[in-house]
């Protein structure tokens, strides 16, 4: 006879399995790294009609996300990666001046706050647009919002994200659930937030 014990743990073993298979659709879908803003996208919408809403089939929704979000999704990317790329460039001549002792290295610290910044703002951009359908213009704005409005979730959000990167270099079978856990966590801090803001309806 199945006691609830016994439920609980086969909805959970259940959940770790589509978690793993929703990540690793998202490293096959962004493996030539200008796919990766549409990769992002579908994981958190696959994760919030299946995980959370058990709705569907996990291909077939991530699949059809990718699609549809794909020009939209590639365009937000490549403008987020332009603006990383600078960030991280600069960082890193600033961090070769902050060795060499050159005034130049004064500027290595406030570069990282810009990284992190910019990470907060993607982070959003993914979850908004995998929720709403807005103008590119739109999205960036309301992107930049919930980033300015929630900097103690974002950067929350931000460390959680170094941390799992960083494990998964001495523990590299976390790096077969990471996307797909963490698409799970953004899904409960940004469906609050989502919630708070009255875009969504409240359970």
């Not at 708070?196 to 409240?202: A, D, F, L, M, V």
Request: charge should be positive; charged fraction near 15%.
């Amino acid at each position: 006879m199945k006691t609830w014990l016994d439920n609980k743990i086969i909805l959970f073993l259940v959940a770790v399995v589509d978690v793993i298979w929703i990540s690793l659709l998202w490293y096959l879908s962004s493996i030539l790294i200008v796919t990766m803003g549409a990769a992002g996208t579908a994981m958190y919408y696959t994760v919030h009609k299946r995980i959370f809403n058990g709705e569907g089939y996990i291909f077939q929704t991530y699949k059809r996300s990718f699609l549809d979000n794909f020009k939209k999704a590639t365009t937000l990317w490549l403008i987020c990666l332009l603006i990383d790329v600078f960030f991280v460039f600069d960082a890193y001549l600033s961090r070769v001046a902050l060795k060499t002792g050159s005034a130049l290295s004064v500027l290595y610290y406030p570069f990282l706050i810009c990284i992190v910044f910019a990470l907060m703002w993607q982070l959003a951009i993914t979850a908004y647009q995998a929720r709403f359908d807005d103008s590119i213009k739109i999205i960036l704005i309301k992107g930049a919002y919930l980033a300015a409005r929630n900097i103690g979730w974002m950067l929350f959000l931000v460390l959680v994200l170094a941390g799992g990167v960083y494990l998964c270099r001495y523990l590299m079978f976390l790096s077969v659930i990471l996307p797909g856990a963490f698409a799970c966590l953004m899904h409960h801090v940004f469906e609050h937030i989502f919630k708070k803001n009255g875009w969504i309806e409240r359970e």
